[in-house]
Each structure stands twice: as structure tokens, then as C-alpha cells.
């Protein structure tokens, strides 16, 4: 039991400094947005008069309410269309065991592999050839083809491991191929889809290189994108951009808190059954 009771509290004393590595920058960040524009504070150093002014300049300045109508015209576009398409692949690669569905399988994986600054350049050339270039579809197109791997590789996760009895008896009372994923597999394929949407609207919200390289007009990218232009015109004012940062953290931050347990509980369902 000693021994039992050592591992436990070494486990809590990890647990607990990787979270404070994790929280301390963003307490720095918020610190910092407090003190008065136009100054450096050092380290923790509490503002004698907080600047809580700081969150409305920055949300003007910035042009808040146009980029949360940006950023969210973004992630219903992206998101829907991913799931719709990962889910659909996942099914024939996972369940139905479409023919060549290991190269397939293995192609997602190797996408798995890709960087996204690794095909900007590219990307940069082939809208600018197809005129989408400094559009939002210049921003959903790619996402939705960069977050192909991972989202068949995840769907393809929960339809291998459904149970080929539910299928067979389906087939037995005449349903069709579509019967089978539109009305038995889709209702229980729920869970891992609200995570996987989850995850992709977080990183849709956040994503910063591809809004930046590929849109000129701060208006038309992300939240996270428009920051480049933020930090462009007011690098010396370094409390209005902590400001700002925390800003667009905040939505992000909301989404996890609200949804943790969920994404949580689908991450250790896809570890469980492997």
C-alpha cells in the first residue's frame, strides 16, 4: 500500500506542475492586459489600477464583432462538410470494407504525416490560379481537405468496431447499404461525430497560418488569423495585444470547459477499443 500510495502522489505532483506550466503564461497574459497601454510590465507584477478598459479597446480596435461573424461563417462551413464526408468514409473503409480500403486507410495515415506550412506555398499558387484567393473559400477549402486523415482515420475508429450482427439482421429484414448507415450506423455514430466537431471547431477558431498567408483582408480570416494584423499595427503596445489575445482565447477556452467531459470520454472510448 505504501508503494501504491507513493505512485498515487507522485502521479498528483506531475499532474499538478504540468498544470501550472500549462496556466502560468496565460495568467502572465492576463496580468499583462491589465496594466496601462503603451507599457512593459515586468513578471507577475499586479497593476496598482487595472486597466479592465484595455478588453473594450481591444475589442474595437480589432474589430471584434466583424471577425466573430468571419470566424463563424468559417467553422459552419468546414465543419458540417468534414463530418459529413469522414463519416461517410469512415463507414465504407471501416464497416463495409470497401475494396482497397487498406490503401486507403494507409493514404490517410501518410496525410496524417503532412504539415500545414509544409504545403502553403503550393496552396498560395493553386488559388491564386483559381481566383480564390483573399476569400474565406480560400481558408475552408483547405481545411476541409487538410482535416480529411484525421477525421477518416477517427470515424474509421468507431464503424471497425461496430458489431457485424447489427448489419447482417438489418440486411435480413431488406435494408439497403444506405438503410444500414443512414438509420442504424449514423444514430450510433453520434458521440465520436459531437467530438470530432468539437475538435474541428476548435481548430478551425484557431487556425492562424492559413488565414494569415492566404487572405490579405483581416475581415474576411479567423479570429486567430486576424491577430497577425493586430500585432502588425500595435507591436509596441503590449498590453492592447495580450488584451486582444485573451479576446480570441476565450471563446476556445469556453468551448473546453463546456464540453471537456465529452471529449474526454470519446478519447478514452477510441483508446479502449483500439
Excluded at 100 to 112: A, I, K, N, P, T
Excluded at 128 to 136: A, F, K, Q
Excluded at 240 to 250: D, K, M, S, V
Aim: net charge neutral; with cysteine.
Amino acid at each position: 500500500m505504501q508503494i501504491a500510495r507513493g505512485e498515487v502522489w507522485t502521479s498528483r505532483a506531475l499532474l499538478i506542475a504540468l498544470m501550472l506550466i500549462t496556466i502560468l503564461p496565460f495568467i502572465s497574459i492576463f496580468i499583462t492586459a491589465l496594466h496601462p497601454s503603451n507599457t512593459v510590465p515586468s513578471g507577475f507584477q499586479w497593476p496598482a489600477e487595472p486597466q479592465w478598459g484595455n478588453f473594450v479597446e481591444a475589442f474595437n480596435v480589432a474589430n471584434m464583432t466583424t471577425l466573430l461573424g468571419s470566424s463563424t461563417f468559417i467553422v459552419l462551413a468546414v465543419v458540417p462538410i468534414s463530418l459529413i464526408i469522414s463519416t461517410m468514409a469512415g463507414f465504407a473503409i471501416g464497416h463495409l470494407r470497401i475494396p482497397g480500403s487498406r490503401v486507403l486507410l494507409f493514404l490517410f495515415v501518410f496525410g496524417l504525416t503532412l504539415p500545414f506550412g509544409g504545403i502553403i506555398v503550393p496552396l498560395y499558387y493553386l488559388e491564386r490560379s483559381m481566383g480564390i484567393y483573399n476569400t474565406r473559400l480560400a481558408i475552408v477549402l483547405p481545411l476541409i481537405g487538410l482535416y480529411m486523415p484525421f477525421a477518416v482515420y477517427w470515424m474509421r475508429a468507431h464503424f471497425v468496431n461496430m458489431p457485424e450482427e447489427i448489419s447482417e439482421a438489418a440486411r435480413v429484414d431488406g435494408a439497403t447499404t444506405w438503410d444500414l448507415f443512414w438509420r442504424i450506423h449514423l444514430p450510433l455514430a453520434r458521440p465520436p461525430m459531437a467530438s470530432l466537431g468539437i475538435l474541428m471547431s476548435v481548430w478551425t477558431w484557431n487556425q492562424f497560418l492559413i488565414a494569415l498567408v492566404l487572405v490579405e483582408d483581416p475581415s474576411q480570416r479567423t479570429m486567430a488569423g486576424a491577430l497577425g494584423a493586430f500585432q502588425g499595427h500595435y507591436a509596441t503596445n503590449v498590453p492592447l495585444l495580450c488584451a486582444g489575445t485573451i479576446l480570441i482565447l476565450l471563446p476556445t477556452l469556453i468551448i473546453f470547459v463546456l464540453f471537456q467531459g465529452q471529449i474526454i470520454a470519446a478519447l478514452l472510448q477510441g483508446s479502449v477499443k483500439g
